[in-house]
């Protein structure tokens, strides 16, 4: 049986608890760490109200807790939809309405963008509040059960052609591409 990425990065925190799994601006986080607040996010996730397989678009700049919320979105039984924060307000606007996204994670850095977004999300959350939330929230997630065949992740493509369209990863799909070498969270 494959191991999906979730599994994968929880067994990094039970083998090897105090690796380091990240390091962002001069922080380190150990894998122990990194799963712990990857929990926290998909048990506060799991009290908003989505349902398995909603997706949650992530439109964050890089940092460590990029990828506490990737692996928390998935954990949660939800879809990760990680967003190019170099596209404009119009083709980020197209993504969010093609993809139906129910949620959002947004870095307060780039919120200006997202004020020219008439877009209405059933919950939003940023960094800032997803930092604070981590520290204090002991909630634990409920277990759900993720298959190799369910959706994981959508990436937009870049619509060179025409409008972006989104590619849907399965949990397989991750597995196999880091099989190769290729890596799409770490």
Do not use: C
Not at 68 to 74: E, K, L, N, S, T
Not at 121 to 138: A, N, P, T
Not at 157 to 174: A, C, E, F, R
């Amino acid at each position: 049986m494959t191991m999906l990425m979730t599994e994968i990065v929880q067994n990094y925190a039970i083998q090897q608890p105090n690796g380091i799994a990240t390091l962002y601006d001069g922080e380190k986080m150990s894998y122990s760490d990194f799963y712990k607040r990857a929990e926290k996010f998909a048990a506060y996730l799991q009290e908003q109200g989505y349902e398995k397989d909603d997706v949650i678009a992530l439109y964050t700049l890089n940092s460590d807790l990029f990828l506490v919320a990737y692996i928390g979105v998935q954990l949660a039984g939800f879809v990760v939809m990680p967003i190019n924060t170099k596209l404009a307000a119009p083709e980020v606007e197209f993504i969010f309405n093609h993809s139906e996204a129910k949620g959002l994670i947004y870095d307060e850095r780039i919120e200006e963008i997202l004020a020219d977004i008439p877009y209405t999300f059933q919950h939003r959350v940023g960094l800032l509040e997803m930092k604070e939330m981590i520290q204090s929230y002991d909630g634990k997630p409920k277990v759900i059960k993720l298959e190799p065949d369910d959706t994981a992740v959508v990436l937009y493509t870049s619509g060179t052609t025409g409008k972006p369209k989104g590619v849907m990863l399965t949990h397989q799909n991750i597995v196999s591409l880091r099989k190769y070498g290729h890596y799409l969270w770490i």
